[in-house]
């Protein structure tokens, strides 16, 4: 059936959900926070964290955490959602499920009338960069913390 879906993280996957950051290579953990962190962020700051499990049918291969109500957004580009963190496990990746994610990500923000979304990333390796690039996120040109800051009208 191949269907990509956003669950919440409970008692029953959590463990599962940490563990995917595992599964990545060196060069991907330096580009992604560990699943574990990001979770321990989300509820220091569950106002406005949505950390999710992604499924495909009923096997977990991925975490999205978005940010709902980000500050740090140009006025214009208001309402809109920060991709806080995003990462699909190695055995998955390649396979189209990072862009069928995304897709559902861009339903989401659509159904809630957001106007943009935003995300950043590493750009010391072609990887995530070129891969949110040829999705059809554009470059803003700012640097922060590190990263490459990268948007999408929607």
């Known amino acids: 059936m191949n269907c990509i879906s956003f669950k919440k993280i409970t008692n029953d996957n959590l463990r599962q959900i ?17 699943n ?3 979770l321990a962020q989300a509820y220091v700051n569950q106002e406005h964290a949505w950390p999710r499990a992604i499924y495909l049918d009923d096997t977990p291969i991925g975490f999205i955490m978005l940010d709902l109500t ?5 006025e214009g580009d208001q309402p809109a959602i920060y ?8 055995d998955y990746q390649n396979k189209g499920y990072g862009k069928k994610s995304l897709d559902l990500l861009i339903r989401k923000c659509k ?3 957001k106007k943009s979304l935003y995300l950043s990333c590493e750009i010391e390796n072609d ?3 070129q891969f949110y690039i040829k999705y059809g996120f554009i470059d803003t ?3 922060k913390d ?7 009208k929607l």
């Open 36 to 38: 574990g962190n990001s």
């Open 83 to 90: 991709l806080w963190r995003f990462m699909i496990a190695k």
């Open 70 to 74: 980000p500050d740090d957004i140009p």
């Open 141 to 143: 040109g700012i640097f």
């Open 127 to 129: 990887m995530p960069y």
């Open 146 to 152: 590190d990263e490459q800051s990268l948007m999408m």
């Open 18 to 34: 940490i563990e995917l950051s595992d599964t990545l290579d060196e060069a991907q953990r330096k580009c992604v926070a560990m």
């Open 111 to 113: 159904d809630e009338n």
